[in-house]
């Protein structure tokens, strides 16, 4: 069993226009944000090269919108350029904000990008029973529906520190390698497509 992992915090959402003049102003608008920007001091990828790829897009967009033969998927080209540079840059203000939670919601926002919170869901009862041999237990949570998987973690010394169990796809496990006779405390989390929920409150058992 490994020690458990810090839960995520604030995370960056590109909300990206779908309009290619609107992507323009969009991106404008981030490159102007993040410009001097003493949180970001050197952006991956750099603001020179999203500018001349707005301005490469901008000039692409004339052209289409002048029906030249060609320009409309000149145009395409030069926007999935240009979006695939946001995703970049998007993963580098992510990086920097990981580095400082408790101000992560300012930083990302400082970029000129709009902060998505990981959703919670609060897991519901759990039980933990004696496994079918001796330093065992046998832990059962509540279904939160399909497509779903389930972290486990185990503490023998009151809920102080706690270590991770092997994750499951199930809604029960069992936990082995537990000294007989020890109080043993068991907690869980689910993990869905819509993130990680808090850890749930935690039972205890008299291993056998």
């Not at 499951?168 to 819509?194: D, E, H, N």
């Amino acid at each position: 069993m490994s020690s458990t992992n810090t839960a995520l915090g604030p995370l960056v959402t590109l909300a990206l226009p779908r309009s290619t003049t609107a992507l323009i102003s969009y991106s404008e608008h981030v490159v102007v944000s993040m410009t001097n920007n003493t949180h970001f001091p050197t952006p991956t990828p750099t603001l020179a090269s999203i500018t001349q790829a707005i301005d490469e897009l901008r000039a692409a967009q004339a052209a289409a919108l002048s029906r030249v033969k060609g320009a409309v998927s000149l145009r395409n080209d030069k926007r999935n350029a240009l979006v695939k540079l946001l995703q970049a840059l998007k993963a580098y203000i992510q990086s920097v904000a990981n580095l400082v939670p408790e101000t992560a919601a300012t930083v990302i926002q400082s970029a000129g990008v709009a902060v998505r919170k990981t959703p919670t869901r609060h897991p519901r009862a759990l039980t933990a029973v004696p496994g079918p041999t001796t330093g065992t237990a046998k832990v059962t949570a509540v279904s939160v529906g399909p497509r779903a998987s389930y972290e486990w973690q185990v503490s023998t010394d009151g809920g102080k520190t706690w270590v991770d169990g092997p994750s499951s796809i199930r809604t029960k496990t069992v936990i082995i390698g537990l000294t007989p006779g020890a109080t043993v405390a068991f907690r869980y989390r689910t993990v869905t497509k819509a993130g990680e929920s808090d850890w749930s409150q935690s039972v205890t058992l008299i291993v056998r």
